[in-house]
C-alpha cells in the first residue's frame, strides 16, 4: 500500500486503491450486533390456540347443455328431445342438489319463441342457473 503525502510530486494522478477499512468496519460493527441479537429472535412464547372446523366445499354443480338448432330441434346433452320431455329433464335436474348449471346454446337463425319456451320451463321447474353460450366475433381477441 501506498501512502501519499502532501508534498510529494511523485504521483502525478489520482490514487488507484480503495480504502476498504471503514466499510470492514461498518461490517463487523453490523456482525457482532447480530450476533448479540440472535438469541433473542428465537424467544417464542407458548400458546394454547384454538382449534376450529370448517364446512367442507360445496361440491361443484353439474353443467346441463341444451342445444337448439335452426330448425328449432331441442337437444339434452347432445341427445335430441322433445319439449315435453325436456321440461320432465328438467324437473328432474331441478330436485338435485346442488342444482345443475343449463347452458343454452342456440344457432342465430333460432326463432326467439323457441328459446322464450326453453327458458319458461327452466324457470318453471325452478332451475335459476341458466348461460347463454356464444361464440366471440372473429378478431375480438386483439383488443
Known amino acids: ?40 429472535f428465537t424467544h417464542s412464547l407458548q400458546l394454547d390456540l384454538p ?3 370448517s364446512a367442507p366445499t360445496p361440491e361443484k354443480p353439474q353443467t346441463v347443455n341444451i342445444a ?16 315435453e320431455e325436456l321440461t320432465r329433464r328438467m324437473a328432474d335436474a331441478a ?4 342444482q345443475p ?6 344457432d342465430k337463425a333460432t326463432r326467439y319463441e323457441v328459446i322464450a319456451d326453453v327458458m319458461s320451463a327452466a324457470q318453471s321447474n325452478g332451475l335459476n342457473k ?14
Open 101 to 106: 348449471e343449463l347452458q343454452l346454446r342456440a
Open 51 to 53: 382449534t376450529a372446523k
Open 1 to 40: 500500500m501506498s501512502f501519499g503525502g502532501f508534498n510529494d510530486n511523485q504521483q502525478a494522478g489520482p490514487m488507484a486503491e480503495i480504502n476498504v477499512t471503514p466499510m470492514v468496519d461498518v461490517m463487523l460493527v453490523l456482525l457482532v450486533i447480530f450476533i448479540l441479537s440472535a438469541p433473542l
Open 130 to 143: 341458466l348461460g347463454f353460450v356464444t361464440d366471440p366475433k372473429p378478431g375480438a381477441e386483439k383488443r
Open 95 to 98: 330436485g338435485k342438489q346442488p
Open 68 to 83: 337448439i338448432d335452426a330448425a328449432g330441434k331441442l337437444y339434452w346433452q347432445e341427445q335430441p328431445v322433445t319439449l
